[in-house]
């Protein structure tokens, strides 16, 4: 059983920074990619940042050059600093991943960057 548990989020002013956490329990973190999602009021939610076994990384074109997103196998975790935040990077951000075939989400963690 994969359980995933996200912190970092918070209140940040615009231009500032955050860095998110998601702390992996279970036994194949090392074989599968990992993915940040977010979900912004009233939308659906969206891939963020992707980021492979092997430390391969893909981004949402509105957050490249900003975000980052990085794994530390020895811990089970995953990350992303988010750097230059804008008001519409607001939203509910999950972490995600697809190991043997099943679906496994975090409870979620709120960013809110205000003007």
């Known amino acids: 059983q994969v359980q995933l548990v996200e912190s970092g989020g918070g209140l940040v002013q615009a231009g500032g920074s955050l860095r998110l956490s998601c702390e992996y329990s279970?036994?194949?973190?090392?074989?599968?990619?990992m993915t940040w999602h977010r979900q912004a009021p009233g939308k659906q939610r969206a891939l963020v940042a992707r980021?492979?076994?092997?430390?391969?990384?893909l981004y949402a074109d509105s957050v490249k050059g900003r975000f980052t997103i990085s794994r530390d196998n020895s811990r089970g975790t995953v990350y992303l600093q988010m750097n230059s935040l804008k008001p519409e990077d607001t939203g509910v951000y999950y972490c995600?991943?697809?190991?043997?075939?099943?679906?496994?989400w975090g409870q979620g963690t709120q960013v809110t960057v205000s003007i």
């Open positions: 980021i492979s076994s092997s430390g391969i990384t």
């Open positions: 995600h991943v697809d190991s043997s075939g099943a679906d496994y």
């Open positions: 279970g036994s194949t973190f090392n074989d599968d990619a």
